[in-house]
């Protein structure tokens, strides 16, 4: 099976942009989806495919792909983004894999 | 409205079993790709199993052999039963409905709220 690597902490300060990148060799073929986690919350679908988000997602946030390494933006921050992001995609036998998760903290 | 509803969690001891549930409403479970995800304190998001449309599952190296997945389609409920438990399976489960194409593979769209398995003597 593939890995996912994500980067364990990042930080952003309210109202700016930030990236949250997931790496792996699969990414090179394949997407990433991405998910928002919050404590005691289920999981939220953010960004799935090239760059599409679900109904009622705000569209400060966007995805990408560059090489081995997907990438999830959020463009102007809001206190109500941090949260936990995990990264999901598959790898070539189709089976799924989570990133080991992002803790997004906003300052 | 879509909704997924867990229920079966709770404490059991090591070596015992757990049948979770997971009622759906507003689709068809034997129409879509289910799943179970689980999340243990402090720790990521873990594929535990998926049920294909037309049957086919996986299941995580560290379930194999002792999960299985399956589903009701008289009473729209998927199930996950869990065997020979251990302090490690400790975790939130999740039930999920997804969806699949070529390019991202399977992912879930929809989740339920979890429910908590405490293996633990």
């Known amino acids: 099976s593939s890995e996912l690597t994500q980067d364990p902490v990042v930080s952003v300060a309210l109202g700016q942009t930030v990236r949250i990148t997931c790496q792996g060799d699969?990414?090179?073929?394949?997407?990433a989806s991405w998910y928002q986690k919050k404590p005691g919350q289920a999981p939220i679908l953010v960004i799935y495919?090239?760059?599409n988000r679900p109904s009622g997602i705000p569209d400060r946030f966007s995805g990408s792909t560059s090489g081995d390494t997907a990438s999830l933006t959020i463009t102007g921050a809001q206190a109500e983004d941090e949260a936990d992001y995990y990264c999901n995609s598959r790898d070539n036998n189709v089976n799924p894999v989570f990133g080991g998760g992002t803790k997004l903290t906003v300052l | 409205e879509v909704q997924l509803v867990e229920s079966g969690g709770g404490l059991v001891q090591p070596g015992g079993s757990r049948r979770l549930s997971c009622a759906a409403s507003g689709f068809t479970v034997s129409n879509n790709y289910m799943s179970w995800v689980r999340q243990a304190p402090g720790k990521g998001l873990e594929w535990v199993s998926v049920?294909?449309?037309?049957?086919?599952?996986y299941y995580a190296d560290s379930v194999k052999g002792r999960f299985t997945i399956s589903r009701d389609n008289s009473k729209n409920t998927l199930y996950l039963q869990m065997n020979s438990l251990r302090g490690d399976d400790t975790a939130v489960y999740y039930c999920a409905r997804g969806t699949y194409d070529f390019w991202s593979g399977y992912f879930p769209v929809v989740w339920g709220q979890g429910t908590l398995v405490t293996v633990s003597s």
């Open positions: 495919g090239k760059n």
């Open positions: 049920i294909h449309r037309g049957d086919t599952t």
């Open positions: 699969t990414l090179r073929s394949y997407y």
